[in-house]
């Protein structure tokens, strides 16, 4: 944050410097303008936030969750903090219940689920969260599914993988394998957390 401080204060000296030259500088001072509104943009995001692992499945353990300990690795590779790990049935109420809860819990920035987001008559974790959201960020499954394609193909279309914002909490619902938990959370999730975390939760 002191980085950003520091950056801040540059482009205002910069903005004065620009007025005591005259008009041959007002080009750069819009540039400058320009990135302050970006900088402000960033100011809110949050270097590390609590997250809350949540696996979908009616047959895994939480001993044998690779998908889960993986996510959960990432995450505290990446200097964040896993608040919570838990595991649900591939049950409407129960996966409602589990989701709803750390929602309100006051150390849950962001919630990741894995699992039951495909089509089979059990997946129904995208139908519980889209239900909890107050707002749908669809451009996450609309990126997942691009960057999915690359590796499996058409086969992507059979993907419901979701996110959106619910009372102030991201929440993202990545498919239930490892290799699609790994491209979501690396390619999308962890580079947008921290500023989607800010923004949801800024005044």
């Known amino acids: 944050m002191s980085g950003d401080h520091h950056h801040d204060q540059t482009h205002e000296h910069d903005d004065h410097h620009g007025h005591e030259h005259g008009h041959d500088d007002h080009h750069h001072h819009d540039d400058h303008h320009h990135h302050d509104d970006h900088d402000d943009h960033h100011h809110h995001d949050a270097e590390s936030v609590g997250v809350a692992v949540v696996t979908v499945s009616s047959s895994r353990t939480l001993d044998s969750d690779p998908s889960g300990d993986y996510i959960a690795g990432a995450f505290e590779g990446a200097d964040h903090e896993v608040v919570a790990r838990e595991l649900v049935p591939d049950d409407f109420e129960a ?63 059979g993907s419901r993988a979701t996110a959106g914002i619910a009372d102030g909490v991201p929440v993202f619902c990545l498919p239930g394998s490892e290799n699609a938990a790994r491209l979501g959370v690396e390619a999308i999730i962890l580079p947008e957390v921290g500023h989607l975390v800010g923004l949801a939760t800024r005044d």
């Open 95 to 157: 996966i409602r219940g589990a989701v709803d809860d750390l929602i309100a819990r006051s150390d849950v920035d962001a919630v990741v689920t894995t699992g039951g987001t495909g089509v089979t008559p059990d997946d129904v974790t995208p139908e519980v969260v889209s239900d909890l959201l107050g707002t749908e960020l669809p451009g996450f499954g609309e990126l997942f599914r691009t960057l999915s394609y690359e590796e499996v193909g058409t086969r992507t279309v």
